[in-house]
């Protein structure tokens, strides 16, 4: 992220979206209304939706983790992942009753907090090795995506006019495949760069592995050709030694990663205990 070239684009990023904004205000017709943001439950839930869904970006790799750290075959894989969607198909209804009974706040923190806790459980027992441990954290997963997303979406369109209804379901999808496409982006560079920090620091503590070069064995885990070739060139008393290193890297690499998506939860569930405390935000959609 400090590389001249993704600053450079950051920075023109960031100029033609203030151009973008300027020209917006002062169309007749826009094609964004940013005055929507000025009601306060749809900026809460904009919010909501695009950190909840930043977050499921460290989702994305634990089908990775399953199978490269834990040695899962990929349908193992992807049958664990497969928990995630068994709470979709029972709790919407559930969280849906419970927002006409109370109002969307009720299910969304729930729904939050299940995710909070998916992804501490996943930081604490993730090294178990065993679907046993780990269903918990998937299985709760699920629920709280279900119950948080679901009635956030439905309180934020029916809170405005039903004449930019159209306009703020457009938003809520940009902001969703936003907070997914960034989320993965961020994790994924987080996951490489702290991976490579610890993998780097482990190599230089051991005088047969001082000089080696670590973006050499990038993708060791998962038998990438390049990394498979500089292993077995090392002596057989280097081998263990960088194998070791290598999936202790990862493991705290997939630690902070989830740790981070574990934070961005919290803000979440922060923002709408804060701004839904505040008399002047409604915290009720329209019908």
């Keep these: 992220f400090l590389s001249p070239g993704i600053i450079i684009l950051f920075v023109f990023a960031i100029i033609f979206f203030l151009f973008f904004i300027a020209v917006t205000k002062k169309a007749k017709h826009p094609f964004l209304d940013f005055s929507l943001f ?3 439950l749809f900026s ?3 919010l909501i939706i695009f950190l909840e869904l930043f977050a499921t970006g460290a989702i994305i790799f634990w089908a990775i983790y399953f199978q490269y750290l834990l040695g899962f075959s990929p349908s193992k894989a992807g049958f664990a992942m497969l928990i995630t969607a068994i709470p979709i198909i029972f709790m919407a209804p559930v969280g849906g009753m419970l927002m006409d009974k109370y109002t969307f706040k009720v299910p969304t923190i729930i729904g939050l907090f299940l995710t909070l806790f998916s992804f501490i459980w996943f930081i604490v027992f993730f090294q178990k090795g065993s679907i046993i441990w780990l269903f918990p954290s998937l299985l709760t997963l699920g629920w709280g995506l279900t119950f948080s997303l679901t009635p956030a979406l439905a309180a934020g369109i029916t809170s405005i006019p039903n004449k930019t209804r159209g306009m703020a379901t457009g938003i809520f999808g940009t902001l ?3 907070g997914r496409s960034i989320g993965f982006a ?3 560079a987080i996951i490489l760069n702290v991976e490579h920090i610890f993998f780097s620091k482990d190599l230089e503590k051991t005088a047969l592995t001082s000089s080696l070069d670590p973006t050499s064995f990038d993708g060791l885990l998962a038998k990438a050709p390049k990394a498979v070739d500089a292993f077995n060139k090392l002596s057989i008393s280097a081998q263990p030694i960088v194998k070791k290193a290598y999936f202790e890297a990862t493991e705290k690499s997939f630690l902070i990663a989830n740790s981070v998506a574990a934070f961005l939860v919290l803000i ?5 205990l804060i701004r839904c405390k505040r008399k002047k935000i409604k915290c009720k959609s329209k019908s």
């Design 38 to 40: 000025k009601n306060k």
């Design 44 to 46: 809460v839930v904009s």
């Design 176 to 178: 969703r495949n936003a």
């Design 186 to 188: 961020v994790i994924g």
């Design 268 to 272: 979440s569930i922060v923002w709408v």
